[in-house]
Structures are given as structure tokens and as C-alpha cells.
């Protein structure tokens, strides 16, 4: 298990039409890592992770996960073995409280007639850890854009992935709330052990939080590298931060 | 806020006024007799036609009014509509007999909802008389409160089809006819009695009701090329194949017969003249008065059509059992019902039990030919 | 040879009305999202307009047809005026819901209006022209001609015309349409009248060959939904081709299977469709 | 002064997005303004353009309010919007996309000659003006866009993230444009995620952060701002 | 809102159990009807308002049921006891097969699927003359045989049997609800992709909602097989299908209770306009059209509407 890698990509490929959104790209990830993926809009960071998902099939490539090779099964398999995600666009389930999204997280991964009480209380658990207790009641459409990425956390959350995919979880957040996202990511790695991977715009965020990044550009890789390695690449600053 | 305010209002004034029209109209001294037909739907046309007939009859009986027991009854009507499926008629039917309390029933046209009606007249014990249904089941296992003034499928079958083969002698015969319990009843009781009689079957074509193009039918009976085509379906539709048929010229080689609407003047508005000319059809009435068939054209400005006459007979019936019982007892008036003798426009009306019918009449079609707008006896 | 060339040019002609009625369907469920039930009532009344138009107010046919388009066209302006648009914005999750069951009712309202009216008796519409070429009198290949003039105005308008280019535009982005200046409120009533006019236009065109009565309108509406979905959205040859096609293949399908299903081949050829495209056989937007 | 938004807010339904916002555009100028993803540029946009009410404060363009008038009436004021995502018509040709950017303008030689003008600013779009809009590539998508919205022959051009998903080359093709439309005089309000670019193009800057105007100023102090290497060059 | 549905639920449960004891034949026979189409609306629920495509081919499983069941007991001479769950397990069985490709189908694609696939079902009724009989009409169906000592010949033991077994399907679908399965089918609804993300099966639970609801739809049927004994397809053409999903919207959509006083409260208005008869439907689809303007949410939108100001 050591060697292992907890999630391995190989050649991974997407071709919409004729127009290449992932090519070839190989990516590892440790248990345990927190990775980071940047790149321009439209690079196909989007891309990639819908695929580790499952919601989207590869066109050519395999995607290991544990050992197993996940490429092209479906996304409720995909997160049941472990890979929770939030989305770009935020998605909670609209007209159900606070509380029900939250348990239906729980409940979809382990199915019990009844909610179990260890379920309900693994829900109030990561209901006070995101800090939405005190709206557990609330319906999820009523919240604000900065809580229904609490929200989608949680539902990810709830579920005990050992891999966190995160699809720009701080955009629209002020810098006091990114901060706080930032501390409470670093803790549920460190105190959860879950492994995450985020993809991010804004640099401070992924500076901060990730060990390790990999730069896409226009579907391909093109740089792989701790944040320092990255900031001081000629070719990153090019393509991603613009040139001077 | 004001768009819930509009609303309410809309519907507090529907509801209003279907209250007050409901609570009008309870008069004393008033026979009430029931109708059901349809009056929506596809089969719509049918209740128009027989209400009109019984309209007619209506107005002739309240200007002379109900003497019952030295004291004077208007009629009054109340009908429901169907929409010719078997729950709403029974839904009607257990209205009329059991809200409204009326004496005699009237109905209905289609015959999946007389099966449905048949046994609930016997339950309430309320005689019931059908305006057209043709399905032999209707009076078959019967029961001693429905009656049928008009011959079914299966008695009219023996009557005309011997006049066919006879006139024709054909060797093969095709079937089209609307896909229901009367176009198949009659379709399989002239087979019957065609294949009695060695006419081979070449084909049967059925159609939906509210189908309105019939070349694909008449393209394949064109190909089968049977020496009699025998139709069995309303005028409208008939109407509409004649013309379609005419088109292609197929009413020139094959002789086409049809069933017992299509031997009524409307299929002349319908259809017109010309593709109805020199084809066959069965027909339930002979004339009516000229006064009569002139009256119902100034009312309704329709053609004279059996189902007005019908419905004309049907009340009249139902209004002398009333008058010879001397009695509101819808028991009595079924009594009074099995007695019935009653020269009605349509021919002599009696009802007879014989053979597993029960209540039936047996009033005998014959043959006409459409020849230059007129209806020519065969 | 000669039933299969009757049953081809048969299918042709009823195919060319649920082509018509499709069109005008096709356009208004692809601009508002509302499968237009409606339509099937309109097509009714203007069946019986064009009627009265020829047998009360003597008019010649053209005229009747022009009038029974206008009707269709007016009624189904003011339905998306005074209903539809109320529920356009969509601020809750069943406004989709609420306009198709509007649509319903209204198909429902409009046809009893006809049975209240006109009774359920049907009526004949007077042969306005004489005489058959190959076993197709003029009357029924004038549908066939009709269908496709109307088609091809209605392809040269959205395609040569501002207020057409305007409808395509609205069809794939509303709200950049909106921002360069396109009033949708405008387009929704445009494409709504040009629904109705078509299916109005349809009904006078056939009423000569059958007749007229209340529930018409039922079979024409039933295979213009299937054909909108086969043709796929925004796509007027789609429709076309796939309005004629259905009813040749329920022609051939009635000669050779069975006349019984002629009015189920639709359902058929739907669900094979759909399972191998499911966007249609010619959609794109 | 061009454009005068006064005090605004605005949102979507029950969720308030911009909070008494401000901003003023002068004739001529070029603003940008940046803010990260969710701060309601975007909003801010489709308000200005009428696609969003606003609950309150003014909108004025050269002196005429605009708040809360239909999306459609916009364009008459002299406004063109290039948005986010370029958003074509993509089974239109090229041609039909640039006549839907004129489709206000009732005089067909006007439409002919701002055609003539905006082939001569992208003549590629000339060459293949019968080619279907959705088979362009990105960066020529984008081109488009911009040409659709000088159609209209705009006083006032907004710009939503036009270098989106386009490579670095076909991004400084993007900004050379805006450079040459604002020698004709135009006036640009250019919303962008590439921050430096955009301030190296702009005269002033706003930035917006969590639907308020946290800084404002002229765009070269921004660039050297240190608050603002920090947070959007991440340096 | 569960407590106040069981309060709502209690008193209807009550006024159902004592109409019979005074209203006449045909006040019964008419509630009757409106229980099975309650039956029919709260099980079509269970499936759309639950999550969330709008389905148009009710009304044929309903006619599958009770052709199903009517044809087992007259042919094979099986007691109504067996037929009734061998034809629920059939539509269930029927529905889950039709319904895995067809549910793949999004939005307006899948409802207008399901619209032609209720309408091939009610060709197939007509058509099959030699086994349904067609458009004669199945007749001479027996009633339930008789169980402890209750002949179910009359109507009013019919209509108790019919809200006998109406109530224990709105227990079991409320049961089924308010479980974890009720919770995974509203994501569904809420959000697909969501709910596939945090691991929901969503075809298996879609075709498990459809086969549920249509099975239920069935078991009517076959209730109504045996209670109107006969049977002719034009009870089960497209217009039923289309009143249910009138009478589902008129109650609201996802609240189970709402569609059940809907199908009542339709039936009623219709029942009340007999007295009209080209006029019935035209004023019915005003009122409809009224509805939707004033409370386009249905019932449920206006007690929730009016519950609200008053709180």
C-alpha cells in the first residue's frame, strides 16, 4: 500500500467532437496528499474530474483508484468505493432542509430502512464541523452561495470518502471565508486523513493548502510541482498568470 | 395578491352558478324521465340526434299533458352525458334512479355502456329503454327492465342479408367497419350468414372512431377486389370513405353496402349525390311524415335520421306505458312497457322474448339504393 | 405496383398534415418549451370558420383557407398573450408542469366549445375543385402542394427574414437575443400565431377531403407530437421529412401489418428512435 | 460622463448579490473590472444590461435612466454586451451572427457599411462569413462576438471575460482589438479574470469583492498595489 | 406537516367509513371511483412527485391491472384473492421492463413516450378481440369470492374491501416515504447529478418509483376489474391517464395527500356539472385554467399559501 498511489491516472483522454479537453494525462496521488490542479478556464480541470467521477467516460486512458480500475463505472459506484466531490456550480438539493440534504449523503452510501441512529449523528457531527448547525432546518435554496458549498461539503462529507475532489470550493468566497475553508480543509486531512484534491483559481488558496500541484493547460499537463516550484516556472507564469 | 382575488371570484361565480341552475326546476306535478347519451366526446354526434328526436316528442306530449289518475303531468327531461364509457353511464344511470327519482330511463346510444346500465335498471328496478344500441348482448342475457325497440345486429343480419344475395349473388364480400361493439357485432353476423350462404370473406379493414382517412382501407380492398363490400359504421365516417372511395372510383366496380346510417338522408349533406350514387344500404325506416320530417328540419335544421326517430318513439313509448298504468310505479310502467303496441314512425313497435332476447323488438330493415339524392327501395 | 404507388402517394398526403401541424408545434416547443396541445383545437375551429366561411358567407376556398389561418393564428396569440406567458418565467419548479396542463385545457376547452356550439355532427365541406389524376383527385394533391408552400414560406422566412432570423436567434440563446435587442415577448407571439396559422391552414386544407366535427383535431395532434420529436427541434426539413415519413410508414405498415395499429406504428418507430438518438433524427438546438 | 451606476443592488429572487454599488465610465475610457469568481461582476453585468431588476439605486447612460428597462430596449442606448461563455448562435453562419448584432438598425446600407467596418477589423470573419458560427474555433468565436457587438455601432461596449479558455497568442490578438476600438473612440468596460493584462489596458479599475466596490483607483496604481498582487496575481 | 397529515388523513379515513351507512347507491358508487383514482393519483405520486419525471401512461397500467386480473379469473377460474397480487406483480413486473430504457428519456421526451405508450396499450386492449374481447367489453367478471362471511357482491362491501386496501396503500407509500427511500427519490428530484455523485443509483431507484407506482396502478385496476365487472379499453384511453395527472396537479405535486384530495375534489366537480352535459367539460376546463392561475402549486400550494399569511 505504501507504493501504491490512492488515485492513479494513465494516458487519460476526453475528445468532445473533434476537439481534444484532456489529453493524455497521467496523474498520481498519494494517500493522504492534498493536490492541487490549476489551469485556465476551459483547460479541462472540469473535464478530468468528471471523469475521475465517473460522470463523464474516457475516451482512451485508465483511472485506478485503490488498485481498481474505475474508468467508465457508474458515479454512484464510483463514490460509494470512496471519492466524494463537490461541484463548480454549487448543487444542493434545493427545497430540503439543511438536516436532509446532509442525511441523504449519509444515507445513499449506507443504506438503511431507517436512518440509523449513528447516521443522524454522523450527520449532526459534520453539521457542527462545517459550522451549519445552527441552519440545519433551513431549506437549502434560501442559503448563500458561500453555505451551499458548506452545504455540498457536508453531503460529500457525510459519506467518509478517503479522496475529496474539489471543484473550486472557495470561488465567491471573501477572504475571511477562504481562510477559514483553507484551516478546515487542512484539518480534515490531517484529523480525517482524507485526501484531497482541489482545483482552484485563486492562487493564494492553492499555495497555502497543497503540497503538490499539477498545471493543465489546454487539456494536457504541463507542469507538476510543489507551489514553489510552480510560481517560479517561466511556462506556468505564461500560460496561467500571464505573462509580463 | 389581485390575481388571487380574480380567480376566486371566477370560481365563487361558477360555483354559484351551477348551485342555482341545480336547485331551479322542482315543480310540482312533473313526470321525470331520464336520459343518457353522449353528448361529448367522439361519439357526441349519436345524443344530439336522439335528443333532438326527443325533443320533438317532448313538445308534443306537454301540449297535451299527462293525465294520470284524472290529474294532469307535464314531462320533464333530465339527461346526463356519458361520454359513451360504461362508469360515467353507470354513474348516470344510478343519478337518475336514485337522486332524481325519475320513473323511465332512456339510453344509451353506445353499447359497452347499455351492458353497463342493463343490470343497475334491474337492481333499481326502474325500466330502461335503449334509443340504438345494436350489440346482441344488450337484451341477450337479458333482464326484465331494459328494452330495445330496434332489431340487433344479430336479428337484423338474417333479414337483409338473403335480399343481398338474392339482388347480388356475390362470390366474395369484404368488411369495414369502425372498430367497436357495434361495427364488429354486425360485420360477424353477416358474415355468418354470408358464409351460410357460401360468400367467401376476402377481408376486414377496421378503423378508430374519429379516423377521418380511409384510402389506406380502400387501397387494400381495392387490391382484394371482393364483390360486395359490406360497411358497418356511422355516416359521418361512412360519408367520408364514400367520398374517398369515389375518388378512386372503387364504388363503380364494387358494390358497396352499407349499414343502416348510411341509409339516411344526412349521408346526402354528408357525402353528397354523387359518391353516394348507386351505392346500397340498409335502412331502419321506410318515410316519416312529411309534416314531421319538415318540422325537425325548421327546429334543427338537420336532416331526418333514425336516431331522431328514435328518440322520438322512445319517449312515446315510455310516456303511453306511463299513461296506461295509470301509475308512477316504475314497476307498473314495466309492465305496462312489456304490453306495448304502438305504431311509432319507425314501424310497429312491440317487445318480444324469444330466442335468449328478452324485451327486443324486432322491427325488420330492408335494402334501399342511393339513386340521384333519393332513397330508392329495393 | 399500382397499391403500392397508391398507398405511397395516400401516405404522402397525411403525412404532409401532421408535417404542417408539427411545424408550427416543432417551432413553439423549441422557442417556449410548451408543448402546444392547443394546437389541436385550433385546428378544429378553424375547420369550422373556413366552413362557415364558404357555406354561410359564400367565400371561395383561398379565402376560407386565409381566414381559417388568420383564426388559428389569433387564437393562438391571444392563448400565449393571456395564459402562457404568465407561467414564462418560471420562478418555481413545476411552471413547466402548469403550461403543459394549460395546453391541455385549453385543447379540452376549445373542442367542447365546437361540441357545444356545432353539435357533435359532423359537416361536409363543399368540394371547391373537380376531378383525380392517377387515382388522387386535384383537392388531395393540393394538400401535398399546399403543405409544401407553406413549408418552404416558413423555411425562407426564418431563414431570409430579420423577424426570422430573430425567432432562430431567440431558439438558441433567448437572453443574448434579448441583449441585442430582440424583444422575446414579440417572438413568443410571433411563432405562437405562426403555430396556429399553420394548423389552422392544415384543417381548411383537409376539411373538403373528410369533414368537420369536434374532435378532429385529436388524431393530427397525437402524430404531430411524435413527429416534432422524431424531427427533432429546430429543424424544418427534420419535420418535413419526418411528417411524410410517418404517414407513409403507417400507409405501408396498414397494407402490409396490420390496418388495426395503423394509429400505433408512431409509438413504434418513436421508441426506436429515441433509444438510438435520442435528440431526434435531424435536432440540433 | 457615459455611464453612471448609482447605488445598486441587485440579486437573484431572495439571494442580494451587489450591495450599493457605484461606478462611473467616462467617454473614452476603458475600465476594468476584476474580482474573483462569485464577487457579481457578472451580475453586475446583466443588470446594466437589463437581463436583472434592480432592487434599487439608478443606472444612467449619458444622462437617461436605464434601470428596470426591458433587455430588449437596451441596445438602443448604444450599449453592446460581448458575454461570458461568447455565447453565438451557433447554427447561424457568420454573417447571420453579425446581422443579429445590427438587428436594431433599420437602414440597410448602416448595416451594410458597420459590416464593411467590422470585416475590415477581423477580415478573417470575411473570408468565411457563410461558414456555420458553432464549427469556429474558440479564439475566432470570440472575434465574432466582439464583431457581432460592433455591429450595433455601440457608444458603449462591455466585455465579460473575453479571454476565457482562449490560448495566451489568441489572447493577445483579444487585446489588441480592444486597443484598436478604443482609438475609434469607443468606450469599454472590460471585466476580466486575467488581471494584469487587463489593468496594463485599462485607465482605472474597480475592484469587486463579495458584491461590494472594495477598491478603486487609477489602473496603474492598482498594479503595483500590493493588496492586489496578492490577491489576484497570487505573488 | 406529517402530524397534520395524519389529522387530514384520520378525519377522511372516518367520513369514507361512514358515507355508506347514509348516502345513497350513488354517492357510494361515485366515492368508490374517486378512491380508486385517490389509489391512482397517490401512487402516480409516489413516482412523479417524488422524483420527478411526468409520466402519461398511468391509466394504461391502471388497464393492464384489470384486464390482467379480470382474465385470470374468468379463464383460469383463479380466485380474485390470488389474481388481484399476480396482477399487481405483473404490472410491476411489466412496468419495470417498459420503464428502464424509457427512463433514460429526460423531460418533455419522456412524457410524451409515455403519452403513445398508453395509447398503444389502450390499441392493444381494443384490438386483442380474441382474449380482452375488445371494444365489446369484457364482461360476466365475478366479484371477490366471499371471505369471512362477507359477500362481496354488494357494493357497499366492495367499497369498504376498495378503501381497505386504498388505506393500507397510502400507509405502505407513506411508510416508503418518510423512509431513507423516500429521502434518496427526492434527491433524485432535487438534483440528479447531485444525488449520483453522493452515490444514489438513480436508474435503479427511478425504475423502482415507476414500477412501484404502476404496480399500485394495477392492483386498482384490478380492484376495479371486480368491483365494476366489465370492462371495455375506452376506460383506460389516454383521457384517464390525462385526468390523473389533472387531479395529481390540482393536489400538489410531492405531498402524497394533496393528490388524493385531488382526485376527490375533481371527481366532485365533475360529478356536480352533470347537469350540463355539452357544457360539463368546458366549464371544467375553465376551472382548471382558474386553478392554475390562482394556485399554480395546486391545493397544497394554497393551504401552504394560506397558512402561511395566517402564521
Redesign the interface.
Known sequence: MQNQSLLECKGLTKRFGGVHAVKEVDIKIQAGMRMGIIG????GKTTLFNMF?G?IKPSAGAIYFKGHAIHGM????I??MGI??T?QIV??????SVY?NV???A???N?????TREQHDAVRRILSLTKLDSQKDVMAK?L??AKKKHV?LA??LV?NPQLLLLD?C??????VETDEMIEFLHKINTDMGITLVVVE????V??ELCENIVVIA?GEKIAEGSPKDI?SNPHVV??Y???? | MKRLKTGMLLVTAVVFGIISVCSSAFAADVIKIGYTAPFTGSAAEFGTNGWRGIQMALDEINAKGVSIGGKKYTVEIVRYDSVCTPTDGAANLRKLALEDKVVTILGDHCSSVCNAISPLCEQFKIPGITIECAADNVTKPGNDFYFRMRASVGLMAPLFTPKIIEKFGPKSAGYLVVNDDYGLGLAKAVEEEFNKAGVKSALLETFERGNTDFTVNLVKIKQANPDVVFYAGSASEGAMILKQANEMGITKEIKFIGSEEMGEMELLSLAGAKAAEGTYAVALWGAVPEDFAKQVKDRFNAPMHYAIIFGYDALHVAVNAIQKAQSLDPVKIRDALKQTDYAGLQGHIQFFDFDGYKNQGKAAPSLIQWKNGERVPL | MEVLFLQIGNGLIIGSVYALVALGLNMIWSITDIPDFAQGSFYVLAAYVGLFAVTLAGLPFVAALLLGMAVGALLAFLCERLLYRRWRERTFRDAARVQLLCAIALFFLFANVANALWTGKPRTFPAYMEGAVFGFSYMRINVLIAAIVLFVIVYLFIMKTKQGKAIRAASMDPGMAQVLGVNIDTVNSMVFAIGGALSGGAAVLVAPLYSVFPSMGDLPLLKALVVVILGGFGSVAGVLICGLGLGVIEALGAMYVSSAYQHGYAFFILILVLLLKPKGLFGRV | MMVEVRNIETGYGELQVIHNVSMEIDRHEIVALVGANGAGKSTLIQTICGLLPVSSGTIKIEGRHIENTPAHTIIHHGIALVPEGRRLFPYMTVLENLEMGAYVEKDPKKVRSNLDWVFGIFPKLKERQHQLAGTFSGGEQQMLTIGRALMSRPKFIILDEPSLGLAPVIVDDVFKVLQVLHKEGVTILLVEQNVRKSLEISDRAYVLENGRVTMSGLASDLLTNDEVKKAYLGL | MWNTNRIILGIMLFVLLAIPLFASSYIVYVVTLAMLFSMLTASYDFMTGFTGPLSFSHGAFYGIGAYTSALLTLKTGMSFWVAMPVSTLTVFVFAAIVGYPALKLRGHYFAVTTFFFGHFIYLVLLNSRDITKGPLGLGGIRPPESLFGINFGNMTAMYYLILFFGALMVVFLFVLVNSSIGKLLVSIRENEDLAQASGVNTAFYKVMAFSISSGFAGMAGSLFAHFFRLLHPSTFAWMTSEMIVIMFLVGGAGTLIGPIIGAGVVTFILELMRFAPEWRFIIWSILLIAILIIEPRGLAGLYNRIRGRRA
Open positions: 485556465p478556464n476551459g483547460a467521477t460522470e457508474k458515479p454512484h459506484f463514490s460509494k466524494g466531490r461541484f448543487r444542493v438539493f434545493d427545497e430540503l436532509e442525511l441523504i449523503g444515507v445513499a452510501k443504506f438503511h430502512f431507517k436512518p434560501h448563500t452561495v455540498g453531503i460529500a459519506g473550486e472557495m470561488a465567491g468566497l471573501t477572504f483559481h485563486v492562487m493564494k492553492v499555495m489546454s510560481v505564461d500560460v498568470l500571464g505573462e509580463s
